[in-house]
Structures are given as structure tokens and as C-alpha cells.
């Protein structure tokens, strides 16, 4: 009687595989019996949001019942500010995966293709394959995204390319000079979509900035997140700088209501609050020493 449920599902997505996410602390407990959890899988900010984000929040809170802001006119323009580009260059995400998932649906189709690397970050294969596009996975050096073999590997049916820099889970970079290698190298047509989820935390000198090669190349869209070093993965904010006319056709294809309002009033408060963000990444530095210290041991 009933009709398969599975099988009437598109092809491409008949071939996929749900994102597993890292378990909620809760769920661990219960299932182990530990008491004591540290974390880790999903790269949260430990220290929990800042005292003035809880404020902005609650100050929020009496206005649910009305539907955010859908072009997030104030966040956005904080953002401009921040990165020194027109509001017309902002487009915000339910995350920055939202961001992620829009390029492909605005720009990915059976018969193109999206390049990124083996051992990428794992949503770039997700919004690849939901497109019906073919995926190019360029096989990683020394873990991390070999540009030189992923500009060969652009062909005239490539639209997009995604590369995470820093890369999640591997934690290589990119230097400048491969980035700017493989803008050079490929043909404008193709959109080269720069994940920054961790770039608060690099401080390496030939550590690219994406948002000031925007002005040499209209190609690239960079993305960035609240959820990592602002503390905010449970609100669903990134945002991503681009050529105006990147940002318009994301605009199309997004939900009108894609960022709640709760949200893009944590993420403005955020931004204003520097010295939330400048302990985390103090933080992280000496973690990761601590981290080295104790392996090398
Ligand atoms: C965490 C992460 C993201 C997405 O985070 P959002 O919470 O959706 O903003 C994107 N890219 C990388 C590499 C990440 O690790």
C-alpha cells in the first residue's frame, strides 16, 4: 500500500548521508555514565556567552512575536563598518553553513562542478551533492588544501570552489601566497568561497585576510562566523563579505527570514564587545601551548 518514502526522494539526495554532529554533552552523560565532559568536537567557545550578549538578549526577548529584521539592516551595517566594504556586501546566514549551502544552491547544477579539498570541512561535500553538481575532491598534501592541484583541477563546468582557512578538522592554512596563486590561476567564473570560521585565532604573519583581496577579485566571497570565537554556535549567525552581486543572488535564493532575531541582536552586541573577544583568542593561544607542551612530552 504505502509507496516507498525513500525511493521518491531525489537522486542525489537518495545517495546522502546525514551530517553526524558531535554529541550534546547530556546525551554523552547518559549514555557513558561520566559525570565530567570537556567538549571538543564541535570547536564551541568553553567560556559561554559574554555578560553583555545575555543582556541584548533579554532586553530582545518582550519582541518574539514579531519576524526579525530580514535584511538584518543594523547588523549588517556594523559588519560593513567592521570590514570596510558597503552594507550591499553583507549577506547574513542562519550560520555561516547557511552561507555555504546558498552558494551552491545559487550557483551549483547537474552538469557543473564544486572543488574542495579531501580532509575539508565536511558540509562543503553536503551542499555539493544536494546541488546535483559533481564534486572535485583534490586530494589533500600533508592534510591540508593543495591549491596548486586544485587550480588544475578547474575545469570550464567548475563554478565553485570552497576552502577553509584555517581548515576544520585539520587545522592547516593557507598562506597568502598559495591563495593569491590560485586566484591568479583560475578563471573568473568560478566562485572561490573562503571559509574564515577560525581566522580571530591565526595570528601567522603570511596569514591571508579574504576581505582585503575582495577588491582585486569579484570572484571571491569570504565567510565568517559568530559561532567560534564570539561564543555563539547555539544562535545560528555567520555572515559572508562578497561583490555586491554575489550578495544579490544569494539574496534570492535565501529565506526571507533566514537569521532570527534573537540572533542578529547577540551578534551586534558581539561585535561591540572587544574584550570578550580578545580573552577567548588569549585563551586559545595559551590552550594550544599547553596542548603542544603536554604532546611533546
Ligand atoms: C564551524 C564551522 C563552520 C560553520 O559554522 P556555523 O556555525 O554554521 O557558522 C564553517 N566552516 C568551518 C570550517 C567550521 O569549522
Known sequence: ????????????????????PGKPIEEAQRELGIASFIKLASNEN??????????AI???????????DANGYYLKKLLA?????????????????????????????RGTTAAYSQYGFLVYALATARSGAAPIVVPAKNYGH???????????????IYIANPNNPTGTYANEQSL?????????????????????YVSRPDYPDGVSLLARYDNLLVTRTF????????????????HPDIADILNRVRQPFNVASLSLVAAQAALKDERYLEQTVAMNHAGMKQLETGLKR
Open 180 to 200: 593569491v596563486g590560485l586566484l591568479d590561476g583560475i578563471p573568473r567564473s568560478v566562485i572561490v568561497v573562503l571559509d574564515e570560521a577560525y581566522f580571530e
Open 1 to 20: 500500500m504505502s509507496s516507498n518514502l525513500i525511493d521518491l526522494a531525489r537522486p542525489v539526495v537518495k545517495t546522502m548521508q546525514a551530517y553526524q
Open 46 to 55: 568553553p567560556r559561554g556567552p559574554s555578560e553583555s550578549i545575555l543582556t
Open 146 to 160: 593543495d591549491l596548486l592541484a586544485m587550480t588544475a583541477a578547474v575545469t570550464e563546468n567548475t563554478r565553485v
Open 227 to 242: 559561532s567560534k570565537a564570539y561564543g555563539l554556535s547555539g544562535m545560528r549567525v555567520g555572515y559572508s563579505v562578497s
Open 58 to 68: 533579554s532586553a530582545a526577548l518582550p519582541d518574539i512575536n514579531r519576524y526579525p
Open 81 to 109: 563598518e567592521k570590514n570596510g566594504v558597503g552594507a550591499e556586501c553583507i549577506t547574513l546566514g542562519c550560520g555561516s553553513n547557511d552561507i555555504l549551502e546558498l552558494v551552491a544552491s545559487a550557483y551549483l547544477d
